[in-house]
């Protein structure tokens, strides 16, 4: 696995590859209409984002995630990938857990959370093995309708989980 910071070329190679369940988590909380149209959105979001990683397999980008602080010491993690992220999944998980969220709470981040889409089990399941838990559902929260579960890690909150 190797690591690099996000390009509009790498992000759109992997948004316009996306695991269709990633697809339809994102789809479903933003305009795009179609996978054109959001992989055009990524790129133009994503493509020069100073948190943004591209995680590779070999030479190919295979996987896309960004630390966004939309409060101040609170940051979202947002993350889609193609079906090759298997390939990379263990040593990805490891980076996230033991480098990536640990330089973010040195700086004073005190809360990560991120969204995803009920149904979403492979997401979910990966996002509790990176230290966050489910605090909270929400019914109605996509475009027509689709529920999303609240994940978080929270400092001196009580969790059980190292994020």
């Given at each position: 696995?190797?690591?690099?910071?996000?390009?509009?070329?790498?992000?759109?190679?992997?948004?316009?590859?996306?695991?269709?369940?990633?697809?339809?988590?994102f789809s479903a909380?933003?305009?795009?209409?179609?996978?054109?149209q959001l992989a055009?959105?990524?790129?133009?979001?994503?493509?020069?984002?100073?948190?943004?990683?591209?995680?590779?397999?070999?030479?190919?980008?295979?996987?896309?995630?960004?630390?966004?602080?939309?409060?101040?010491?609170?940051?979202?993690?947002?993350?889609?990938?193609?079906?090759?992220?298997?390939?990379?999944?263990?040593?990805?998980?490891?980076?996230?857990?033991?480098?990536?969220?640990?330089?973010?709470?040195?700086?004073?981040?005190?809360?990560?959370?991120?969204?995803?889409?009920?149904?979403?089990?492979?997401?979910?399941?990966?996002?509790?093995?990176?230290?966050?838990?489910?605090?909270?559902?929400?019914p109605g929260y996509?475009?027509?309708?689709?529920?999303?579960?609240?994940?978080?890690?929270?400092?001196?909150?009580?969790?059980?989980?190292?994020?």
């Amino acid at each position: 696995m190797r690591l690099e910071a996000t390009t509009p070329e790498n992000v759109r190679y992997v948004a316009e590859r996306m695991r269709e369940s990633d697809f339809r988590e994102f789809s479903a909380v933003s305009f795009a209409r179609d996978r054109r149209q959001l992989a055009e959105l990524m790129t133009k979001i994503y493509g020069e984002h100073p948190g943004g990683i591209c995680a590779y397999s070999d030479d190919e980008p295979v996987a896309i995630g960004a630390m966004v602080e939309g409060r101040p010491n609170v940051v979202t993690l947002m993350f889609f990938a193609t079906d090759a992220l298997n390939e990379i999944a263990i040593p990805l998980t490891r980076f996230i857990r033991n480098n990536l969220f640990p330089r973010y709470r040195e700086e004073g981040v005190h809360r990560i959370e991120c969204i995803s889409i009920d149904g979403h089990t492979a997401a979910h399941r990966w996002i509790r093995l990176l230290g966050l838990e489910c605090e909270a559902r929400f019914p109605g929260y996509g475009k027509h309708g689709e529920t999303f579960h609240q994940f978080s890690w929270v400092r001196d909150a009580g969790t059980t989980g190292n994020a």
